[in-house]
């Protein structure tokens, strides 16, 4: 099984302590056994033990940017990249770029998008469902088109490239990991199946909720010919230290593990602290690998 550790707040920083404390909180993910390294990618905060919107988020790709510069080992990518919020083309050169100057340690994370506060709020359109998830497609269309080389137009429903040069290509090979966000039926299992490398659930206990989505994975994967064994199941899960123990995290992950997840990241309820994450190096860590 592979582990993850998701920043979807930078407490106890502060703007002025804030490198500082990324730089430590960071390097001993890369150093302490974590597969992968995420941030959000929202631009207000999300409510609730989050903090209020107001509350710090610093830009997600600027952020990866530095991750890359700092560390030598683990994966690092957006949970979720939102396919409203920039240009496919740019998001695309982004992620090459990312790929490269990080040693080839890059996923593409991306979703269709949801928070309309912080996208209206910012003077962003925020289109209907329907529209989003046809934005989606086509990113998904554009990555493929873009990291295979083929430099001829791509004509979309809502995008056209005219000459989609992309140099440098990533060093991963094929390209980054695609990982799609969503737990959708309908639409954002199927991009999965017919787009991706990875997918990524939510729900820290919705099992009966979570299998029924595995087996419609499963089925579209089925329906395209597909392998469903190609698919990286990921599922991102919250490590509650103030109402449960290591011991509670370790059992949820291992129950993970027998449902068919091999990539659990998790986000962290309340601080992250030096003592925080030896909970993880020296115990969780070690417990989900064995």
Excluded at 73 to 78: A, M
Aim: proline share 7%; charged share 20%.
């Amino acid at each position: 099984m592979r582990i993850g550790l998701q920043l979807p707040h930078f407490r106890p920083s502060t703007p002025d302590t804030m490198r500082g404390w990324l730089i430590d909180t960071v390097q001993t993910v890369d150093q302490g056994g974590f597969d992968s390294l995420w941030v959000m990618d929202h631009f207000f905060q999300l409510g609730g033990w989050l903090g209020e919107p107001e509350k710090e988020m610093i830009e997600g790709y600027t952020t990866l940017g530095f991750f890359a510069g700092i560390t030598e080992k683990v994966k690092i990518g957006l949970l979720v990249g939102g396919v409203i919020y920039r240009h496919p083309a740019i998001v695309i050169k982004a992620v090459s770029t990312l790929d490269v100057l990080s040693g080839g340690r890059a996923y593409f994370g991306i979703g269709a998008a949801w928070n309309e506060q912080e996208t209206t709020s910012l003077g962003m359109t925020f289109p209907p469902t329907k529209e989003r998830f046809e934005r989606l497609e086509e990113i998904l269309q554009i990555a493929k088109h873009m990291w295979s080389g083929n430099t001829s137009p791509y004509e979309g429903k809502h995008f056209e490239l005219p000459y989609p040069v992309n140099n440098p290509q990533p060093l991963s090979q094929p390209h980054p990991p695609i990982l799609i966000g969503g737990m959708g039926p309908k639409k954002t299992l199927r991009f999965v199946a017919q787009y991706g490398d990875a997918c990524n659930f939510f729900g820290d206990r919705e099992t009966g909720l979570i299998k029924e989505r595995l087996e419609i994975l499963r089925g579209h994967c089925q329906d395209i010919g597909r392998p469903y064994e190609e698919i990286e199941k990921t599922i991102l899960q919250t490590a509650d230290f103030e109402e449960g123990s290591a011991q509670d995290v370790i059992a949820r992950g291992v129950a993970l593990q027998e449902m068919g997840f091999e990539h659990v990241i998790f986000n962290v309820k309340g601080l992250y602290t030096p003592e925080t994450l030896k909970l993880f190096t020296d115990e969780i860590i070690p417990a989900l690998k064995r």
